[in-house]
């Protein structure tokens, strides 16, 4: 559904919509993908690679090769593009780049903040944070004792700084709060995005709503799945959930007293695109939900390019982009620890 956008989407947005069109015919193809899993060794899985956009960053790294290191310079690539791409953006392109980027800078202040709970090294505790969520001041992460402290000492000059607003308390950090910041985050996160792409309108803002809308559902069942047998109440569990969503109000409702796998498959089996999730997988099944949500999501992110004259592009490829690194990880460490008959099980196919 197109606005006015069609007549002055180009002047700013159509070169870098062309380049990420062009990225998104580089993802690996489901032939890729039946080669990479006949592989026998990680060599073999370079060489293949080499005949891709991969080629370039894969080419000068010596045998034996580790999977860290294939996953590594395949998110090279990913920061690559999507660093050209800001550099190229202007308004409002370029505040939307920088909102992909916050979901990840979340995740690495959680890492960090975990890490050192653990009295794990800052340094190592660096190197394994996302390249996409890094920032100046992360390696202070490292001083604080508490969530007012994180704030204060650090996150007031970030990005996430209003994102905080509801988690700021004065309790010690552990495994427990530190999960419930994470959510709370994303929850702060996630709702302040769909604001921001309801604002910009038209086609972009249909299709970002739909694309957010299935990624606060997607946490709200994992956030229900991972709390059952926890000691997170049903109001605490509610208030993780993002205020937006086909689940929201009445499927939160529902989800908040759920005590099992099968009463969540319940609740969502009354709604369509769901419903379809959940037919795949056996009852009491849960360990295959996450690679059903991604194969729902891949759907939708592809869908995305059917339509011109959007923001929505960006955000599918760097999804799309993420989901192939993370297949290739699968097939890495399953060539890794011959345990090839499992190559299948975790991969997701892109076209």
Not at 144 to 162: F, G
């Amino acid at each position: 559904m197109y606005g006015f956008e069609a007549l002055t989407f180009n002047i700013h947005g159509g070169y870098l919509e062309a380049i990420v069109r062009g990225h998104r015919s580089g993802l690996l193809t489901a032939s890729d993908y039946n080669n990479l899993c006949q592989c026998e060794t990680l060599d073999d899985i370079k060489m293949h690679l080499s005949a891709t956009e991969y080629g370039p960053h894969l080419q000068n790294e010596p045998s034996p090769l580790h999977t860290t290191t294939i996953v590594e310079k395949c998110t090279l690539k990913l920061v690559e593009d999507y660093k050209h791409m800001l550099c190229q953006a202007t308004e409002p392109l370029s505040t939307f780049l920088e909102y992909i980027t916050y979901g990840h800078m979340i995740d690495n202040v959680v890492l960090i903040v975990t890490g050192t709970l653990h009295e794990r090294d800052v340094q190592e505790l660096l190197e394994k944070c996302h390249p996409l969520g890094m920032f100046d001041s992360i390696a202070t992460l490292a001083v604080a004792q508490n969530m007012r402290e994180l704030y204060r000492l650090v996150l007031v000059d970030t990005p996430l700084a209003p994102y905080f607003s509801e988690c700021i308390t004065s309790e010690d950090l552990d495994d427990m709060n530190i999960e419930i910041m994470r959510n709370t985050l994303y929850k702060a996160y996630l709702e302040d995005f769909y604001r921001f792409c309801q604002k910009l309108g038209g086609a972009t803002a249909e299709i970002m709503s739909d694309l957010l809308a299935f990624e606060a559902d997607r946490r709200a069942v994992n956030i229900t799945i991972n709390s059952i047998g926890t000691e997170l109440t049903r109001d605490d569990r509610k208030k993780l959930y993002s205020n937006f969503g086909l689940l929201y109000p009445y499927g939160h409702e529902e989800l908040a007293v759920c005590e099992d796998i099968d009463q969540v498959r319940g609740v969502l089996e009354k709604y369509p695109p769901y419903q379809a999730i959940f037919a795949k997988l056996s009852y009491g099944e849960s360990q295959m939900l996450d690679k059903a949500f991604y194969e729902e999501e891949v759907k939708r992110l592809c869908l995305a390019f059917e339509q011109q004259f959007h923001y929505a592009v960006f955000f599918a490829y760097i999804r799309l982009r993420e989901q192939e690194i993370r297949n290739l990880m699968w097939i890495s460490e399953c060539v890794a620890q011959n345990q090839k008959s499992r190559v299948h099980d975790s991969v997701v196919f892109i076209f």
